[in-house]
């Protein structure tokens, strides 16, 4: 069994991820990773620090590495998932059997001026509607809204004022998975390259910046693939590969 850590996009909560549970192999362990202010931890306050919320993700998730582990995000979630790899580094705990990074740029290589400052309610609105990962009748539900714009202020600034430290590469594997159609170049993503002192590699998807929505599917089976190598007495399943 291996353990997949899954860090959120802005916004959402560890339930995003739990349908995954229902499609992947059985020697994967799909474990969405809950953050404060929302779900679960609703009553924690909400992060400022990116970099201080992963050094406080590595120190909860400490026990869990003694175990064959490896850890995905999309979007901020990449941003996290980074700095989680880099923080359990720091606490010299086993490094993720992969890192598995989605819908964004390399960290050097982002634009973290459009965040950098709050934004009005109307302009992070039109910014989810750009995005595409937001259903209309949910950016139209005042009471929804009123719900989810604060986590939502709260993590586009916690991008906007990330700035990346150089470290040495980490001792992983390191998969890159991207939507053709989102706002990315293939130079930006083909950055995180420098962050990885092994494997890496790209793979993109005929879609925008939800791709992990629009083709879950094939985004499954491709997470599969990469992870499948390195779990422990895993094989392939060719009866899950089948399907997809």
Do not use: N
């Not at 549970?21 to 990116?50: F, Q, Y």
């Amino acid at each position: 069994m291996l353990t997949l850590f899954c860090l959120p996009h802005a916004g959402a909560s560890a339930m995003g991820y739990a349908r995954w549970r229902r499609s992947v192999p059985a020697w994967l362990d799909i474990r969405p990773l809950e953050l404060p202010g929302r779900g679960s931890r609703l009553g924690e306050p909400l992060a400022t620090d990116l970099v201080d919320l992963a050094a406080q993700l590595a120190l909860e998730l400490r026990g869990e590495t003694r175990r064959a582990y490896a850890l995905f995000g999309h979007s901020m979630g990449s941003l996290l998932a980074f700095e989680l790899a880099c923080a359990l580094r720091a606490l010299g705990l086993p490094p993720p059997q992969a890192l598995l990074v989605s819908g964004g740029a390399a960290p050097a290589q982002r634009d973290y001026l459009r965040f950098r400052t709050p934004m009005s309610d109307e302009q992070l609105l039109g910014e989810l509607a750009r995005l595409q990962g937001t259903p209309d009748e949910a950016l139209q539900d005042p009471e929804l809204m009123r719900l989810a714009l604060p986590v939502l202020h709260a993590d586009f600034l916690l991008c906007g004022r990330y700035r990346y430290q150089p470290s040495a590469p980490l001792q992983c594997p390191l998969h890159v998975l991207a939507g053709s159609q989102d706002t990315a170049s293939e130079a930006q993503l083909l950055a995180w390259r420098e962050l990885a002192a092994t494997e890496f590699s790209l793979k993109l998807f005929d879609a925008g910046h939800f791709f992990i929505q629009t083709q879950e599917r094939a985004v499954l089976a491709h997470l599969a693939a990469c992870l499948a190598p390195h779990a422990p007495a895993a094989r392939p399943d060719s009866h899950f590969f089948a399907k997809v």
